[in-house]
């Protein structure tokens, strides 16, 4: 009974060996068999070194562009170089220059003391907070974005400060 069994197994063994390889391990393989990638290969390109070749072309003179636009750039800068504050000695000078008693006059009767008198005065939370929502009690202020708001009020003090727009 015993060999009977194991006789029985061998061949059961015996044939799945031999058998053919199921369709669902072909499909799921992980591998190439070497008759599929004769049949499936890809050839190499016969205009590949040309497409190389302008491609090469391309990205020089693209360099070429960059390069020029850097230097145009440069050159900008080294222009408007003479009004750039460089030292301590400039920067206390054009402070001096900005900040002096007449700096923020309005061209009114009343003189202004600071920047928030020309401009107005800072943003405060409950302000932006009413403009957020909408219930602002003034036109101008629910028409404005916030951002502009500041944006502006940051770039007049800039502007003032390296003499000239940015």
Known sequence: MHEARSKKNYERNLEAANAPERLDEAMTRSTVRASTASMTAVLPDPNRFEAARLAREKYAALTQLKSEARRDALARLYAAAGDFIVDEEDLERRVEEVFKETSFDIGSIEHGRSI????????????????????????????????DKTTGLQRKVAEELIGGKL
């Open 116 to 147: 928030w008198d020309v401009e107005g005065p800072p943003l405060n939370a409950t302000n932006l907070r009413k403009d957020l929502y909408g219930t602002a009690t003034n036109s101008s202020a629910t028409m404005a974005p916030t951002g």
